[in-house]
């Protein structure tokens, strides 16, 4: 019989599961299902832009929509296929994304007497409400424990678990007092299919904890008590509601219940790696290893590097975070990403520019992309910076805002789309720039992620603007064969799986052949755009900055007359 | 029999004809022809986006097309109307735009051998080919002749005339040398109309030569040879080619030809005035006055005010033009103005926001007010530059570009579209202030143009923003009526005109009912946007700036969340 890996991936709009055959790493079968409430499966609050929740239950149905599609799908592709032969499950999702739980695990926004509160739903990454509580822990922890900071590139974020548990108590404590603990979307999914969502047996993902909940074992875990209860005391006291370690994702959170595996059906008993956040699982499948750049490429994006936990590494200030063991055992993974790409292109076409003419997004985009390739760089005469939702490294500051400069009374829609990309492609190569600055070296980039795969301009302006050619993954979804890999990892090579991660990636991981070099006329006019990209970054961005932005617009207009010949 | 005055008005897209009954300054007929050639009347250059040019010929069918048209309009809607009463005719047009000639004045481009040459047809006032040479004329006048700069605010501009003839002598010596000399519209077409075409009888207008020519009659009329040869030789000899003197428009040019009177169904032998400039004619048919700031919103503004020609009045840097006579004779004319505003708006929705399902504009642009009008200000989180086009007063710089930041994830176009013309109105507020730091008072301000008729919400916001009521005249079309009271004017009193503008004025304008007071509330906060635009304003558009500019996207983010509640 062969053997196969679930994968599963809980993104922001849908989640998805794919089998993996694990004899070549074909997937076989993929499901996707969208989640059904709010807009696009978010929870809005029309009155406050930062707002952005999730209804538990529509993690709940995506499982039991996913997991039976994805295998009868298999079924009907592979005529030998036999769910039996699943080893193992792995899993990943969006983070921080905690919710409110009860004593036994439930989600507090599944209980009808919350079912109206948005605070008791599940804090999707995004949410920014928190935003005051974590300018809060970033001032307080840098007088009192400057060392949690270091970690997260000196500023803690808003999207992250303490802040928004901090700012649930703040504005709702009725929700906060009905909660016994708080638990993280890629802790809850395994412990659900596992049966442990009692949190005295709930396995926690370091990756989750590290990134997210300034957790580290060289302090002894979370952050102290002491340090908790200077925030507020009810924080010191929820600490002992949480957890003493947290575990990588080569770990079984437990074994598939019976009454999920029937749900489901999967063999009951079969593993279930710990959970990982989506973007450091899609590290993995796409094949991380030391030198190797990954960038997940999305509506954010994340860009990740490895390397191993006996080498000496210096903190990099403003990168997001670096934990050891959140994408692969035994090495540091160094964290960082830009808090919107893929939604500021979305942004442009729904919010500033909808049309009623009924063209589908993918064929505005494709149209937008032909004329804006046509254009030489610096034709446009325009400049952006990427912060629509923020700065999330270098500068780690969410109290930022979009700009667009140079537009003409001529300037075309293709242009302003052009000039956003290359405003996340300059964001992107400002983070290279940052990290190997700090001596680690990026040998190559590999891209993943829907605008990897499916957007070739983009690709092309991120090899010219970066200088590096860009590879890109094979797998259009490996988020979700990076938690397969872990599925198997867990699995073992007894049951059918694999005992190393490096092994299952050799099998499981590849890149396109199509690859994009960089054009070599194309570099000098961009190195002048980086440098007023990079004047506009730190006049905005930065308290130390001092000057005059007298000549920026002069200077795109004569770049502009330059390239139009 | 009833006495009438023909107004004609020469704009950027169309030129219109009123017929106005001197007896009650009703407007009993308006015809109205689109320019056919290019687009929307204007040829332009797809590699060069700073070219803006207009074809001759579409001047002279728009003559023959909207006189007989107008007349006709009058005999259908007033049984009693007749043509013989018609006593006088005004001509504006837009300005500068020289049209190259031959030497019997005839236009170069209705030359069969220059008909694909865009540099032998009109140079359009927003064409801005020429700013080296206009930042040329400004380095070497500033050094030679610093009084001529004085008049017009410190800077020449590209739009002006002799950067035009200047950059046609550089770019097209063929075209140059087979004019005679070049002739600004607003001459061209009383010239035609009076058979004065040959420069050694042509009027020319004080208002055009004043204010885009250095022309000015305390140095002796049109810059001296020796400095015109200090820029080129050609431009020197092209002197003796052009005028000595330049009058007021209550002279009369000529009068009516027979051929032309036929042609127009007139009677021959009326006097015809002196052209000006449209903003000028629009403030005189808006009834200026001392203290009363009168604004011309259109594609783009004009904001002028008059003050008596004995007054002391001191240069005032960066406002365009200060001319004796140009808009009122014995009064100084100060004029100032924004290079967009009302294009701003259409190329919001024409070029960034384009909409394939056929709203009409005008439909577009109601709904966006509605939307906009919903919010408080500062509650969209946006600031904008008003810099699309450049700007003419008080930076008077042609090399700059717009700016739009703040925009987040959930940005809509509705306040992008409020931002926009919340820029406008603080450009608008930046020319006051300056004017009245100058000991210039603005005791009233009425306005003018097809913004101000049309678009309630923009002018409720200018109120808000500028502190002050808002008048709107009456009259559709100011710029025609400013004509024809000059028409009525040059034929005098006797022949059932009138001897002075401001009794004409008296009987010819009035404001509408609907006065825009500006609401309370709204006032501090405008007053803190207007400090962050100034910031900008100053960071992005002068020399002399020097700061930071950290706090303007979170000073925005927290109004907004003070006006979100």
């Known amino acids: 019989m062969k053997h196969y890996a679930l994968g599963l991936d809980y993104g922001t709009n849908s989640v998805r599961c794919v089998v993996v055959d694990l004899s070549d790493g074909c997937e076989i079968a993929t499901a996707v299902f969208d989640y059904p409430s709010g807009k696009q499966g978010i929870l809005l609050d029309a009155s406050d832009p930062n707002l952005a929740r999730q209804h538990p239950a529509d993690y709940i149905k995506g499982l039991e929509s996913v997991v039976p599609s994805a295998l009868e799908q298999a079924r009907d592709a592979t005529p030998d296929f036999d769910g039996r032969g699943v080893v193992g499950i792995g899993v990943d999702t969006t983070g921080s994304t905690p919710l409110p739980v009860d004593a036994q695990g439930n989600p507090l926004g599944l209980n009808p007497e919350f079912a109206d509160n948005l605070n008791a739903m599940a804090w999707l990454w995004k949410d920014h409400t928190s935003h005051a509580e974590a300018d809060r822990i970033t001032a307080y ?6 060392q949690y900071l270091a970690k997260c590139g000196g500023v803690y974020s808003s999207e992250w678990f303490w802040s928004k548990i901090w700012h649930c108590l703040n504005v709702d404590p009725v929700v906060f007092d009905a909660a016994d603990g708080f638990v993280e979307l890629c802790d809850y999914i395994p412990a659900l299919l596992t049966g442990t969502t009692d949190r005295r047996f709930m396995a926690r993902s370091i990756c989750a904890a590290g990134h997210k909940a300034m957790y580290c074992d060289e302090w002894g875990g979370l952050p102290d008590k002491t340090f908790l209860d200077g925030l ?15 575990v990588t994702s080569d770990q079984a959170a437990g074994m598939l219940t019976h009454e999920w595996a029937d749900k489901l059906g999967l063999p009951a008993g079969i593993p279930v790696a710990v959970g990982a956040l989506d973007a450091h699982m899609g590290a993995v499948g796409a094949g991380i290893r030391e030198g190797v750049l990954v960038k997940i490429l999305g509506t954010s994006t994340c860009d990740l590097l490895v390397i191993p936990a006996d080498r000496q590494l210096a903190d990099i200030p403003g990168v997001c975070g670096i934990v050891k063991g959140s994408v692969l055992p035994d090495y540091y993974a160094i964290e960082a990403g830009q808090s919107a790409v893929g939604d500021i292109f979305l942004w442009l076409l729904h919010c500033l520019a909808p049309d009623t003419g009924g063209v589908p997004d993918g064929e505005r985009f494709r149209r937008l992309g032909e004329e804006a390739a046509r254009q030489k760089p610096g034709e446009h005469g325009l400049l952006a910076l990427d912060w629509n939702n923020g700065n999330r490294t270098v500068l780690t500051d969410v109290r930022l805002g ?17 000039a956003l990309v290359e405003a996340t492609a300059f964001g992107g190569l400002t983070i290279m720039r940052r990290i190997e600055q700090y001596g680690v070296p990026i040998r190559e980039v590999v891209n993943c992620g829907g605008l990897a795969v499916k957007n070739p301009f983009l690709m092309q302006i991120y090899a010219d603007i970066s200088g590096r050619p860009m590879k890109v993954a094979r797998s259009d979804q490996t988020c979700a064969v990076g938690a397969a890999i872990y599925g198997a990892v867990v699995a073992g090579a007894e049951a059918g ?10 099998v499981m991981c590849s890149v396109r052949e199509r690859v994009y070099t960089p054009i070599a006329g ?18 905005f961005g930065t308290r130390d900055w001092q000057g005059n932005l007298f000549s920026i617009m002069k200077d795109l207009i004569a770049l502009r007359e330059q390239q139009r010949g």
């Open 141 to 146: 922890a840098a007088r009192e424990r400057p």
């Open 232 to 246: 507020d005391p009810a924080l010191g006291r929820l600490r002992g509601h949480l957890y003493e370690r947290a």
């Open 402 to 418: 979009g700009l667009l400069l140079g537009q003409t009374l001529r300037t075309e829609l293709h242009e302003v789309y052009r």
């Open 497 to 506: 799986g694999y005992d190393r991660i490096a092994a299952a990636q050799d």
């Open 522 to 539: 194309n570099a000098a006019v961009y190195a002048r755009l980086y440098e007023l990209y990079r004047t506009l970054h730190d006049a």
